[in-house]
């Protein structure tokens, strides 16, 4: 059973960051199941934690129910992050959380990008603000990431579209098994530097032997 952690950064209730990241995950788990996988997604509401998150800054020790949710992240298949946008980038609140996470956490590890914001000016945030910051943390994120704007939730065919695209991503990532050869040896080759031409052919130049 595939295990997707949902971490969403909205600071109101209700909250469009929750309405994105609900919809992502159900676009997700629509997908899995047509494969035959029934995943379990968790959704965790940062705001719940912005005390403890606070609190493991100055202690340096997180609380009981902030482990779990960091311990929830490490055992997860992948992760949906969502945030809201703040100032052109990702709240201070969805920074925190990773900010405190183990920075091994994430390596390797599918994640799906989304934001929310109240102009469509802001979607460029995905790009400069989200994805350097999780390919910092040496995650796999997916190439589609998705913005919502507040016009977006009107007539969202467009915002659908993008969202269906992304969870295909997101469930061809938790499907996909590569083998990568750890060194010259494994891809058939007994000798690292076999295929090296020898220096004093290089400098006797092309047409030698």
């Known amino acids: 059973m595939t ?17 994105l990241a609900d919809r992502l995950a159900e676009a997700t788990r629509r997908r899995l199941q047509a494969s035959g996988d029934e995943p ?75 934001a929310t914001g109240g102009t469509a000016r802001h979607s460029l945030a995905l790009d400069h603000a989200l994805r350097p910051l999780f390919a910092y943390l040496r995650a796999v994120v997916l190439p589609t990431g998705v913005y919502a704007a507040t016009e977006d939730w009107a007539s969202d065919g467009d915002l659908r579209t993008r969202i269906d695209r992304a969870a295909k991503e997101l469930a061809a990532a938790l499907g996909l098994t590569v083998t990568v050869p750890t060194s010259r040896t494994d891809a058939g080759s007994s000798d690292v530097f076999a295929d090296v031409l020898p220096f004093e052919r290089l400098l006797a130049g092309p047409g030698t032997s």
Do not use: C, W
Not at 3 to 19: D, E, H, K, N, Y
Not at 85 to 103: C, E, T
């Open 3 to 19: 295990t997707i952690v949902v971490l969403t950064a909205g600071v109101s209730q209700p909250s469009s960051t929750r309405l």
């Open 40 to 114: 379990r997604i968790e959704v965790v509401e940062l705001r719940e934690y912005a005390r403890d998150l606070a609190n493991h800054f100055v202690t340096g020790f997180p609380s009981a129910s902030l482990r779990a949710v960091l311990d929830e992240v490490a055992d997860a298949d992948a992760v949906i992050a969502v945030t809201p946008i703040f100032s052109a980038s990702y709240s201070g609140l969805f920074k925190m959380f990773f900010d405190v996470l183990d920075p091994t956490t994430l390596v390797g590890k599918p994640v799906l990008i989304a």
